[in-house]
Nanobody
Framework: QVQLVESGGGLVQAGGSLRLSCAASESIFSINALGWYRQAPGKQRELVAT???????NVADSVKGRCTISRDNVKNMVYLQMDSLKPEDTAVYYC?????????????WGQGTQVTVAS
């Protein structure tokens, strides 16, 4: 089972930047996809961005142009660089890892890190 630990959240003014980090407990080389999701109070968890083992990225329209996801297979890390932050970006941000083994799909989640953007 992959354990994920997020860090880098905090309070930032609108227009500011944050870099979230997610450390995996084992090699991410064989993990099919890594991603960041977020959940604001009273809302469902939503996709922010994902990156596959091949480096292909997918970024939600709501953060496109402001967020960049990257992975470091040597350090077993995944990052989310967030710029030009808006109050509506306030949420708990979760790191996720998806592993496909044959027909079985496993998804692992971190505990989350709070991001608060003040207007």
């Amino acid at each position: 089972q992959v354990q994920l630990v997020e860090s880098g959240g905090g309070l930032v003014q609108a227009g500011g930047s944050l870099r979230l980090s997610c450390a995996a407990s084992e090699s991410i080389f064989s993990i099919n996809a890594l991603g960041w999701y977020r959940q604001a109070p009273g809302k469902q968890r939503e996709l922010v961005a994902t990156v596959t083992s091949g480096g292909r990225t997918n970024v939600a329209d709501s953060v496109k142009g402001r967020c960049t996801i990257s992975r470091d297979n040597v350090k077993n890390m995944v990052y989310l660089q967030m710029d030009s932050l808006k109050p509506e970006d306030t949420a708990v941000y979760y790191c996720a890892a998806e592993r496909q083994i044959g027909p079985a799909r496993y998804v692992y989640w971190g505990q989350g890190t709070q991001v608060t953007v003040a207007s």
